[in-house]
């Protein structure tokens, strides 16, 4: 059985030129990477909370999403989906989120599908600091990410560090490099297709 997995990465904040999930997701469709006996699907769309867009998953066994945090030098992986949604924030497209909720009447929460603290643990393994924590992406990742959990599929919310290449484009100061970022990606998605391996053989 091969693990599909889907690597989303979503692209640059309003007004920057760069992203970290964007130029590492890239350098990976480029040189085919996947571990071995899985086959990676990798995507990067905007940061735009309209047109609602979802997210093609049925033919995936997991989905692992990669924002940024430029406020932090670790990677953050999100322990619950939240069913909010930050009104003071603003697309890409300049549009701002109408009400506090993603999903009238939804749930407040939803548990990662990855358990975080593992998954933080395999980044800081492969040289990425990282650390589980409830501090998700109040924008448009939190959004795609509550509507997989939502839907009851398997998936992980990780907010990256700003590297030295994407902060010198914007006039920022970072600790991480593009290599230590890669590592981590490369990573998050083998602890994925771990995870999709070992349900698929108690599903057997």
Not at 50 to 79: I, K, M, Y
Request: charged share 20%.
């Amino acid at each position: 059985m091969v693990i599909r997995i889907l690597a989303l990465g979503f692209g640059p904040e309003p007004g920057q030129r760069s992203a970290s999930a964007q130029g590492a997701l890239t350098v990976l469709a480029a040189e085919g990477w996947a571990p071995q006996g899985a086959h990676v699907d990798v995507a990067v769309v905007p940061r735009r909370w309209w047109p609602d867009e979802p997210v093609a998953t049925q033919a995936h066994d997991c989905v692992v999403l990669f924002s940024e945090c430029g406020r932090d030098d670790n990677a953050l992986v999100a322990r619950f989906a939240r069913n909010v949604a930050d009104p003071r924030i603003v697309d890409a497209a300049g549009y701002c989120w109408a009400g506090p909720k993603i999903v009238p009447r939804g749930e407040e929460e939803y548990a990662s599908g990855l358990e975080p603290y593992a998954l933080a643990r395999a980044l800081e393994l492969a040289g990425l600091p990282a650390q589980a924590t409830s501090d998700c992406d109040a924008g448009i990742a939190n959004k795609t990410f509550y509507m997989l959990r939502a839907a009851r599929l398997r998936c992980a919310l990780i907010r990256l560090p700003v590297t030295l290449e994407s902060a010198r484009a914007q006039g920022r100061r970072a600790l991480i490099n593009r290599c230590e970022l890669l590592q981590g990606v490369q990573a998050a998605i083998t602890f994925a297709v771990a995870a999709a391996e070992v349900e698929a053989g108690r599903a057997a």
